[in-house]
Every structure is written in C-alpha cells, then in structure tokens.
C-alpha cells in the first residue's frame, strides 16, 4: 500500500464530500479509491468514516487523525514546494473560499491573471454566505473581518472601503432620489441578512460632516443571505442597498446603477481579510497567490475611488 497516497485520498473524500466526487478530483477510478480508503483504515485498525447509502460522515478517530493529517500532508506539500522554487514553475492546486459578490468583483478577474503567470496552478473557486465556518478546509478564506474568526486564524489584512447606497436608473425614476437618511423610511430596500441573526436597524456616518452618525430602519422590500443576490435585486430595480464602492466600478453594468445620498456611507465599512489554517504550512503556491490577490484588489480599490461615477442628487 502507497501509505502517502492512501492519506491524500482519505484528505480527497473527506474534502470533496464523497468517494465519487474523489474519484473525478484525483483522476482515479472509484474502485481505486474506496481501497486506497478501505487498506487506510485496515492498516490503523480502526474506522475513518461512517458510510451509508445516502451519506458518509467521519468517525471520532477519523476527526482526529484528519487534524493531524493535514498537517502532515501540508508540511510534505511545502517541502516539495520549496525544492520545486529551485528547479520548476509554481504548480499544484488551490481552495478558495469566499462570497458570491468577492468571488465575481475580485477573485474570478484575479485569478484569469494569475493563471496567466502561472499556467500550472489550478484553482478551486467555492462560494457561500458563510464561508468563515469551513475556514479550515480552504488554503485560502477571504472573509469579512468582522466574521467571527477563530482565535488562531491567520488573518491577512485585504481591503478596507465604505459601503455607499446604490440604487438602480430605473428604481429612481419611479420612486424619486432621496435627499436625507430619513427619507429611506419611504424607500424599498434590499438587505443582505445573515440566518440565525438579528436585522440591525442601518446606521450612516457622513465623513464630510465630522463622521456624524445617524440610524435609520426602513422596511425592507427583499431581504437575501447572499450578496450578489442582493446586487442583481438592486441592478433590477428592486430597491436601495448598500455596495461596496467598487461594486459601481468594478464590474460592467452599463450605467444602471447610481450612488444616492452622498456625502453619506454606511457606518460599518468592508473590511476584507484572508485566512488561512496556519502560516508555519503555507505552500508556496498559496504564499504567491496570496500577494498576487492583495495587488490585484488594491489597484481595483484605487481605480474604485479615482473613477466614481457621479451621484445622484
């Protein structure tokens, strides 16, 4: 039994979420894999996983033997990765985790020029509303830095920008420009809502009057848990939201979509910070790609701000 590729299976299954799925990721017959899984837990003497029909699930011995795997494996990855530095190109695959909004905005246009520079690195995309809670199963989680993040995450300051409220041409002609904070009462709003937590009432800040803060709670028209669900709705014509500043600017949307009560932002700003499960097993790939996508957003942030399209008074 190749016991090294034994480990990088049961890593596969339990990562990709079944022994098929495995299978189609490591280009290997499913038969193959569920051996390599099966001589694995032979060769230990106990159960990995639980298996049924309809679901697979670890063990207790499997939960622990895979925290110390993936490290292992990690530290076996960035030994070859070094050696690799010194003799061939960057290669490999990379797991990325984040939401819809930075997936589109930032990581999809990052990743066409990075794969452009280094043609041998495959990179894995994968969105959620809450892609904080599978921090560990990513080489890299861009999150908000406000989401909760484990004590020993390392954390990766990415981008810090207001929100604006944005709403669509033809929102606006049916429903009029408002003038104040307060006159959202009389507005349709999209809000992006977390499941399981409390709908805040929106508070403002205006930086051109001495960061005044006001709070303001309209009723909301449509109300979703993922941001580029929230964008299109807005896009649409469903109402006012918040986006961040480079959502006007950094993706097409052929002028439809305007600022409204400028000078005014949203008191809690986007801050963007990468994750990652440990700096001591970073393999090179992910170290490169890493600051690779920290210029890549700090030179959309800039263009974001230098090229604002005018608000709508």
């Given at each position: 039994?190749?016991?090294?590729?034994s480990m990088?299976?049961?890593?596969?299954?339990?990562?990709?979420?079944?022994?098929?799925a495995?299978?189609?990721?490591?280009d290997?017959?499913?038969a193959?894999?569920?051996?390599?899984?099966?001589?694995?837990?032979?060769?230990?003497a106990?159960?990995?996983?639980?298996?049924?029909?309809r679901?697979?699930?670890?063990?207790?011995?499997?939960?622990?033997y895979l925290?110390?795997?993936r490290l292992?494996?990690?530290?076996?990855?960035e030994?070859?990765?070094q050696v690799?530095a010194?003799?061939s190109?960057?290669?490999?695959?990379?797991?990325?985790?984040?939401?819809s909004?930075?997936?589109?905005?930032?990581?999809?246009p990052?990743v066409?020029?990075?794969q452009r520079?280094?043609?041998?690195?495959q990179?894995e995309?994968?969105?959620?509303?809450?892609p904080v809670?599978?921090?560990h199963q990513?080489?890299?989680?861009?999150?908000?830095?406000?989401?909760?993040?484990?004590?020993?995450?390392?954390?990766?300051?990415?981008l810090?920008?207001?929100?604006?409220?944005?709403?669509?041409?033809?929102?606006?002609q049916?429903?009029?420009v408002?003038?104040a904070?307060e006159?959202l009462?009389?507005?349709r709003?999209v809000?992006?809502h977390?499941?399981g937590?409390?709908?805040?009432?929106?508070?403002?800040?205006n930086p051109?009057?001495?960061?005044?803060?006001?709070?303001?709670a309209?009723?909301?028209?449509?109300?979703s848990n993922?941001?580029?669900?929230?964008?299109?709705?807005?896009?649409?014509g469903a109402?006012?939201?918040?986006?961040?500043?480079?959502?006007?600017?950094?993706?097409?949307?052929g002028?439809?979509l305007?600022?409204v009560?400028a000078?005014?932002?949203?008191?809690?700003?986007?801050?963007?910070?990468?994750?990652?499960?440990?700096?001591?097993?970073?393999?090179?790939?992910?170290?490169t790609?890493l600051?690779?996508?920290?210029?890549?957003?700090q030179?959309?942030?800039a263009?974001a701000r230098?090229?604002?399209?005018p608000?709508?008074?």
């Open positions: 039994m190749d016991h090294l590729q990088r299976v049961f890593q596969c299954v339990v990562d990709e979420g079944g022994f098929a495995a299978a189609r990721k490591m290997l017959a499913p193959v894999v569920t051996r390599q899984v099966q001589d694995l837990e032979q060769s230990l106990v159960r990995l996983l639980h298996r049924t029909t679901k697979m699930s670890l063990t207790q011995a499997g939960e622990g925290s110390r795997l292992i494996l990690s530290e076996i990855e030994a070859e990765d690799r010194h003799s190109e960057i290669s490999g695959n990379l797991r990325v985790a984040t939401t909004l930075v997936a589109v905005n930032l990581l999809a990052c066409a020029d990075f520079r280094y043609p041998a690195v990179v995309i994968h969105t959620s509303d809450r809670q599978e921090l990513f080489d890299l989680t861009i999150v908000r830095q406000d989401d909760h993040l484990d004590a020993d995450a390392v954390v990766r300051p990415v810090d920008m207001n929100y604006v409220l944005c709403g669509s041409v033809q929102y606006l049916v429903h009029g408002p003038e904070p006159d009462s009389r507005h709003m809000r992006l977390t499941p937590t409390r709908l805040h009432a929106i508070a403002l800040a051109a009057g001495g960061d005044r803060r006001i709070e303001v309209p009723v909301w028209s449509v109300m993922d941001d580029e669900t929230t964008y299109q709705a807005v896009l649409a109402g006012l939201t918040f986006l961040p500043e480079l959502a006007l600017t950094a993706r097409p949307h002028g439809q305007r600022r009560l000078p005014w932002v949203s008191a809690d700003g986007l801050k963007l910070v990468a994750t990652m499960p440990s700096r001591r097993f970073l393999p090179l790939r992910t170290r790609f600051e690779f996508f920290v210029q890549h957003v030179k959309v942030a263009t230098a090229v604002q399209p608000a709508v008074a």
